[in-house]
């Protein structure tokens, strides 16, 4: 098993920034991807940003030029850097982390329990 855990969410102004983490835990297991998703009230789960285990990232077009993804693959560790912050970017941030356990074949997903950010206007 494999566990997420989220945080560094929080309240900011707009125009602010803040910087969100993804730690991945458990014994024996290799990390293929991490990805940020985000789920606003009354609104779809949409994928924010990730990154592969080899660096390479994707973003939704919303958040170009303003969130950055990095990883730490050493600590299984995803950041999210987030500037510029508009109040539409308010939702709920869940990690979902897709990773092989030793014990059993094929890739799963596992998700986190999700960090608030509130952008206030």
């Known amino acids: 098993q494999v566990q997420v855990v989220e945080s560094g969410g929080g309240l900011v102004q707009a125009g602010g920034s803040l910087r969100l983490s993804c730690a991945a835990s458990g014994s024996s297991f290799s990390v293929n991807t991490m990805t940020w998703y985000r789920q606003a009230p009354g609104k779809q789960r949409e994928l924010v940003a990730i990154i592969s285990s080899g660096g390479a990232t994707t973003y939704v077009d919303s958040v170009k030029g303003r969130f950055t993804i990095s990883g730490d693959n050493a600590k299984n560790t995803a950041y999210l850097q987030m500037n510029t912050l508009k109040p539409e970017d308010t939702a709920v941030y869940y990690c979902?982390?897709?990773?092989?356990?030793?014990?059993?074949?094929?890739?799963?997903?596992?998700w986190g329990q999700g960090t608030q950010v509130t952008v206030s206007s």
């Open positions: 979902n982390v897709v990773a092989k356990t030793g014990g059993r074949l094929g890739w799963y997903n596992y």
